[in-house]
């Protein structure tokens, strides 16, 4: 497919109404980069991190450092990284659109608590993110909730059969 950036009347379609252009039951042609893990096929792992007791929540540059190394520990692949400072408490929301998904982050200073979503499919390693941004902002507690996104037995996967 062509890259469409610069002619934004064009349709984001191969034109025949089946986008992405593969047929079912080719493997050699999937893209969907879905995982298999333990008999089960899913898109990705989506981590809900909240560190609590944490410092630090309210400086720019340390929270684009932060995603930034976890986006290189995870092995994912940076695509825009935007965030934004709030006033006058210091907070910071802002996200890491990565080609295997994002990063994101809302931060409370005042609170010491940060809030970090990432999910990420293919190859990378999301779990990798948690030491970084534990490094960061040095939390007293850090909670972790995985979400297998489309999680669905190998065996009932006839998606693509």
């Known amino acids: 497919m062509d890259d ?5 009347d064009q349709p ?9 252009g593969y047929a ?5 042609a999937r893209k969907d980069y879905f995982i298999e893990r333990a008999g089960y096929r899913f898109a990705g792992t989506h981590l809900i991190i909240d560190l ?7 400086e720019l540059e340390r929270m684009e450092h932060a ?6 520990a995870a092995g994912a692949t940076l695509l825009h990284l935007h965030l934004h400072h709030f006033t006058p408490n210091g907070g910071i929301s802002g996200v890491a659109v990565l ?10 200073p005042e609170r010491d608590f940060a809030a970090f979503d990432v ?22 507690e850090t909670r972790v909730q995985e ?5 669905i037995a190998i065996d009932d996967d006839d998606h693509l059969r």
């Open 147 to 151: 979400i297998l996104r489309g999680r």
């Open 67 to 72: 995603l930034r190394d976890s986006v290189r």
């Open 119 to 140: 999910f990420m499919c293919g190859k990378a390693k999301p779990e990798q993110t948690i030491a970084v941004l534990e490094a960061a902002f040095e939390p007293r």
């Open 99 to 108: 080609a295997e998904s994002h990063i994101s982050v809302h931060t409370w």
């Open 52 to 58: 609590l007791g944490a410092s630090n929540l309210d």
């Open 4 to 8: 469409l950036t610069d002619k934004p």
């Open 12 to 20: 984001l379609s191969n034109g025949d109404g089946d986008w992405p």
């Open 24 to 28: 079912r039951g080719d493997d050699s």
